[in-house]
């Protein structure tokens, strides 16, 4: 560990990987198709707010039914499949990035939801107490990156550590939850208001991230000899 340089890497080993297939230009427009995403998943989330069932009828909608972590491997194989014909009849590749996943999209878009109308509110002193408003701010934050850094775990198949990062994730919107409680929000309507509607999306981050520890718990007692 005291020498990261051991593994005798040269300086010049960047220079052997050839040329980027996309520019700076490219991955910019990708990213945006990305946020289209986000928001799309949002507008249909908000249209279906009303519905118990909205996290999976929402997932319908973005085209997610069915998706189940045990068909990643089979997935991920045919992709390679089709990537390879792609390629020999010069067609473009289908590039998957974490902005894919649709935990991921989920994730940051209720998580938007809550931040942004949240913002436009804590604005206010008289409507928000300062030191509630960043508190609140940081532990919506701290539950959406350890979200999404066990979005990057389960991505790598690390099954065991995106439980523990979800987890961590789950504690960061327990805070969220407890900074709403009845005695904060009573003496002020706008926060009674805003609460009404937080809590049901803080329970649907909630029902994600556990429904995929479940998938990946279910994972880990596979036996071996089924992979």
Known sequence: MDNFDSDGASENEWEDRGELAWNEFDWERYLRE?????????????????QTDRIDRVAEQMGWDGVEIESETEEDDSAEEETEEAADFGEPEEIYTLHKNPVFVATKA???????SWELMAIDPAKVPT??????????HQGEEQASQAIHALDFGDYAMAISLFKRALSGLNRSLALLDDKAV??????????????ARLFDLREIWLRVISECRRELSRPAEEE
């Open 131 to 140: 030191k509630m408003a960043v508190q609140y701010l940081a532990s919506l």
């Open 34 to 50: 990305q946020d289209e995403a986000i928001h799309r998943y949002l507008g249909f989330y908000e249209s279906f707010r009303n």
């Open 186 to 199: 009573s003496s002020r309507s706008a926060l009674s208001a805003y609460r009404q509607d937080a809590v």
């Open 110 to 116: 209720i998580t938007l939801s809550l931040s942004r």
